[in-house]
């Protein structure tokens, strides 16, 4: 695994910090996948679980979609993997889903966070809310959960890539 990721500056404002954690936190996952097989990024970790690298990949998409385009913007965008019948979807990979596919529709996902944030102060809050709890969120708030988000999920990246092909490392 090749590592070209940068951490954010050390002496930058707030909004250029929040912002680059949260890249190195996509790089990072996408650092986790690199040079994989499709069949080994659908690999689940440990039965019963359906974890996996791809997975994950596709979950990021769904929540990168559902913060900054269905509750900051409030943009009518569905679901891209999972349904109300299969909240799980995302993680139920087939022999058919690949890395290419899940890979382009994660970082449009991340295009379009970023165009979406762009229009907004740190402070604003969303036009759109919570479809379960009805709240509003600053920009902050939500920057600084995805940044949680990715670092947990990129806990769990970390174990996936150790267990296919032995490889650690941050």
Known sequence: MSNDRRGPATDADERTMLEGWLDYHRQTLA???EGLTDAQLRTASVPPSMLSLMGLVRHMAEVERSWFRRILVAEDAGPIYY???????EFRLTEADTWAEAYATWQAEIDS???????????????????????????RWIVTHMIEEYARHNGHADLLRERLDGATGE
Request: hydrophobic share 30%; aromatic share 6%.
């Open 113 to 139: 966070a970023r165009k979406n944030a762009a229009g907004y102060a740190l402070d604003d809050v969303s036009a759109g809310r919570h479809r379960q709890t009805d709240d509003v969120f600053t920009l």
């Open 83 to 89: 349904t109300d019948a299969d909240p799980d979807g």
């Open 31 to 33: 650092h986790k996948c």
